[in-house]
Every structure is written in C-alpha cells, then in structure tokens.
C-alpha cells in the first residue's frame, strides 16, 4: 500500500463505524485511531483526502495524535 490507497480502505470502514449507534464517541475514536495507525504503517500518507476529514469524530482523532497538522487552523 501506499500513497492514497490507504483512503479506499479508511473512509468505507470509518462509514460503517460512525454508523454504530450503540458505540460511544470515544470507542468510535479508539476503532479509527487503530485503523488509522495500520494504515499508516502501510503508508497511507494523505488523511486529509478522506471524505471523512471533517468529520468532528475523525477530526478529533487527528488533532489528538498530530497536533502539528492544525497549528495554521
């Protein structure tokens, strides 16, 4: 994997988690914050291309984990 592919991967499986009504905020974050990390020791290196980037959740997850990505914000 590499480049965006990642991307094919992560915005269908970050659907179907955001759908779960019966998980909290915080399982949703700690489930996309494990796919985010094996996509990324796959490579993946354009998160902000996912349809998800937005999302207050996902977005949460990466200001967690990359604050620096959002000091210009």
Request: negative net charge; aromatic residues 14%; hydrophobic residues 35%.
């Amino acid at each position: 994997m590499g480049w965006c592919s990642g991307t094919d991967v992560f915005d269908p499986v970050v659907k179907e988690i955001l759908k779960i009504k019966e998980l909290s905020d915080n399982k949703k974050k700690h489930l996309i914050r494990t796919l985010i990390f094996a996509l990324e020791d796959k490579d993946w290196d354009c998160q902000n291309e996912s349809h998800y980037w937005n999302n207050r959740i996902v977005r949460s997850v990466f200001k967690e984990e990359y604050p620096e990505w959002f000091d210009d914000i």
